[in-house]
């Protein structure tokens, strides 16, 4: 066993590891991610998760439910650290994985992955308490400094392929539509759906809508010839004539939301990244901004980043043909929150946030698309596959949303037992929702 295996072995225990180990990693991690744009290129299928904060066990249930690494390929939107009382093994355990399995986990940086903001809200502690020094926080920091400031999954389905935990009721109950939303609990049931109609003709106005004629046939069994060859909207559909070319947009994720100095994502490539987060700029915004019921910008309450409205997010989303905004940075009650038609989704993956908040916590997984061909056109060298770009640009061209499967988790039990009993309760983990909107570093 290598000493990298070692190491996810003993963190997966919440145990950290030596120094030295720790200063290895980091710098094996730095490396890695010095190669990285600032945004990075995911392709679906892939699991998208928010905040963790620190909260170890509850990262291990995550893991528990949306499958292990390197079998699930993971997209971490942030704030790694601060708040919980294991921010440092959750951490490392999550870099650990990336440096172990490059290609099936990718971490881009929160507000929190920061000097200032590690130094109020509990690492900087958490590191001199566990190593008596700070220097493994300061191996830390020069890793934040490197992580990616965004994402771009690719090659997503707009449908789900329904999870065969559907009860005989429901499914009798199925409209006529794709599968476009799932609700999952932790025992993998789904708990509510959503449909998304079928287009029929180029009459049909409405915008949420997708002609998938012929019908994709999921139950045929693997190397059984599929009864059309071509893409969707080629000729396959025998309405070819007013039918709509349709592709799934890509899916941008980042910490906390869009920035008025920044209109494209090409415009985010250009940003220098590594350094610390400043207090002002693209790159703070891209890490501190929320989405709120607004036309426009609006001040942030927090003291550092914007508050968009739905209007910002539709004009982003159709100039740089994106379909979904992914963040994190704001807790939700129910784990996930769409907003403005499903133009973005806040994800939050910490389940009873600061132990106290009594949240439960969401991931999102996007499957990957199979609708040209699917496993045949695979096997055949990709020929025909969709690379989630669309093919044919004489066509009116209507990008929708993936479909997105939402696996909704609590808080692990053992958490609580890991609380230290006797020592006073530190600031930072008496949250109070709103509490943390005001920032007192930045901006004071
Ligand atoms: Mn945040």
Not at 241 to 246: M, V
């Given at each position: ?46 699991t998208i998760c ?12 995550l893991?528990?439910?949306g ?280 994800v939050?993956s ?12 969401a991931i999102l ?42 696996r ?37």
């Amino acid at each position: 066993m290598s000493d990298l295996d070692r190491a996810i072995v003993q963190l997966r225990a919440c145990r950290p590891i030596p120094e030295p180990q720790v200063r290895e990693l980091c710098y094996k991690a730095r490396e890695l991610l010095i190669e990285e744009g600032n945004v990075v290129s995911v392709d679906a299928p892939v699991t998208i998760c928010g905040d963790i904060h620190g909260q170890f066990h509850d990262l291990m249930e995550l893991f528990r439910v949306g499958g292990d690494v390197p079998d699930t390929n993971y997209l971490f939107m942030g704030d790694f650290v601060d708040r919980g009382f294991y921010s440092l093994e959750s951490f490392l355990l999550l870099l650990c994985l990336k440096v172990r399995y490059p290609d099936r986990i990718t971490l881009i940086r929160g507000n929190h992955e920061s000097r200032q903001i590690t130094t109020v809200y509990g690492f900087y502690d958490e590191c001199i308490r566990k190593y008596g020094s700070a220097n493994v926080w300061r191996y830390c920091c020069e890793v934040f400094d490197y992580l990616a400031l965004g994402a771009l999954v690719l090659g997503a389905s707009s449908e789900l392929v329904p999870l065969g935990t559907l009860n005989d009721a429901a499914q009798s109950a199925m409209p006529d539509g794709e599968l476009e939303t799932e609700v999952l609990n932790s025992k993998g049931e789904v708990t509510s759906v959503t449909y998304r109609k079928i287009l029929r003709s180029s009459s049909d106005t409405s915008t949420d809508t997708r002609d998938i004629s012929p019908p994709r046939d999921i139950s045929a069994p693997p190397g059984e010839t599929p009864s059309r060859t071509g893409p969707a909207g080629t000729g396959a559909t025998g309405d070819s004539s007013g039918s709509l070319s349709t592709t799934t947009g890509a899916v941008l994720c980042v910490h906390g939301g869009l920035s008025p100095l920044v209109d494209s994502v090409d415009k985010i490539r250009l940003i220098d990244r590594k350094q610390e987060v400043p207090h002002e700029g693209a790159m703070c915004d891209l890490l501190w901004s929320d989405p709120d019921e607004i036309e426009g910008w609006g001040l942030s309450p927090r003291g550092a980043g914007f508050l968009f409205g739905g209007d910002i997010v539709k004009h982003f989303n159709h100039k740089n043909d994106l379909s979904l905004i992914a963040r994190a940075h704001q807790l939700v009650m129910e784990g996930y929150k769409e907003m403005f038609d499903g133009g973005i989704v806040t994800v939050w993956s910490a389940p009873n946030y600061c132990y106290r908040c009594g949240n439960v916590a969401a991931i999102l997984d996007l499957g990957e698309d199979a609708s040209n061909g699917g496993t045949v056109a695979r096997s055949n060298g990709d020929y025909g596959r969709s690379n989630g770009i669309s093919r044919n640009e004489s066509m009116e061209r209507r990008i929708v949303g993936p479909g997105r499967r939402y696996r909704v988790f609590e808080a692990a039990a053992q958490d609580t037992r890991g609380m230290p009993a006797k020592k006073p309760v530190a600031d930072y983990f008496l949250y109070v929702p709103g509490e943390e909107l005001v920032q007192p570093v930045i901006g004071t």
